[in-house]
């Protein structure tokens, strides 16, 4: 399982830098660094509300699930069972 972050088309999308979210959401550039490059292991359901109210959209538009090989290969075994 591979969640993708597009957080850069959305604020490609607003004409919005990093920076400026950053001082809108009061989180720390380091931490939506992570979050942007795809690196974090986690998110806050706090940071992502914050994100969303500024950026006006939904989870979904900042956050993508993509199903990577294994999930195929794993899927392809349980059905055969």
């Given amino acids: 399982m591979a ?5 850069d088309r959305v604020l ?4 919005m830098s990093l920076t400026e979210l950053c001082d809108r959401v ?5 931490n939506l660094s992570i979050l942007k490059t795809g690196k974090a292991k986690a998110v806050r ?3 992502l509300e914050a994100l969303c109210r500024e950026l006006q959209c939904q989870p979904g538009e ?11 290969i794993a899927s ?6």
């Fill in 62 to 72: 900042i956050l993508n699930y993509v199903e990577d090989e294994d999930d195929v």
């Fill in 3 to 7: 969640i993708r972050v597009t957080l």
């Fill in 76 to 81: 392809t075994k349980k059905a055969a069972q």
């Fill in 45 to 47: 359901f706090s940071t």
């Fill in 26 to 30: 009061g989180v720390t550039m380091a």
């Fill in 12 to 15: 490609l999308d607003r004409r």
